[in-house]
């Protein structure tokens, strides 16, 4: 079988597993800290077609770069405001490094040459987990790092913070595109990571 097939069908499963739980995390999180959007708008659940985005599954196919639906939230509900935003920003990367460690773990009690499809497997769905958690606490919008950034902004700009949580997308896409390097911040960390993990 052709190799390029063998890593979609590989990575694929594992990042679709990491991406459910990510969003899935942020929406029990919200829902724990007063806020029942998510759960109103069916997103408290671990179905991944519940989270998937058309256009952003269409590009992790083509690609291998795609993004979820972002899970709707109210901070207005929360009974402490700063505190669940900062809870429920950073639980999908937290789940992402769960996973990480979690899959790790169950690395050191295979056999590579009894299993190497479920080393592979395994190791695909650590470093994926490692990369979305980190890519996610960038500051760009609509990512989970920009949210953290408007707990600390004056109510004064709250329209400034609205905005760019609307469109913030097209700011991420842009930057991307006119800026490629970004991404490699994260890369000595994740390489760091990975090799503290597997």
Avoid at 132 to 140: A, C, K, M, V
Avoid at 178 to 196: D, H
């Amino acid at each position: 079988m052709n190799q390029q097939i063998i890593d979609i069908l590989i990575s694929l499963p594992a990042l679709l597993i990491c991406i459910t739980v990510h969003e899935f995390a942020h929406a029990y999180v919200a829902v724990k800290m007063g806020d029942p959007t998510p759960e109103e708008h069916g997103r408290l659940t671990l179905n991944p077609l519940a989270h998937l985005d058309p256009i952003g599954t269409l590009m992790l196919i083509i690609v291998h770069f795609g993004w979820a639906k972002p899970v709707p939230i109210n901070p207005y509900n929360f009974r402490n405001r700063k505190q669940g935003i900062i809870l429920t920003s950073i639980a999908g990367p937290i789940s992402n490094f769960l996973m990480a460690f979690l899959g790790a773990f169950l690395y050191r009690f295979i056999s590579p040459t009894q299993n190497p499809g479920l080393i592979l497997f395994i190791e695909t769905f650590v470093q994926i987990n490692i990369v979305l958690g980190l890519f996610n606490l960038l500051p760009f919008p609509p990512l989970d790092g920009s949210r953290l950034i408007t707990v600390f902004i004056p109510p004064k700009y709250n329209h400034i913070a609205n905005f760019l949580e609307r469109y913030g997308f097209f700011f991420l896409i842009g930057i991307l595109l006119l800026f490629p390097n970004v991404i490699r911040l994260i890369s000595p960390i994740a390489y760091k990571l990975l090799q503290l993990f597997l």
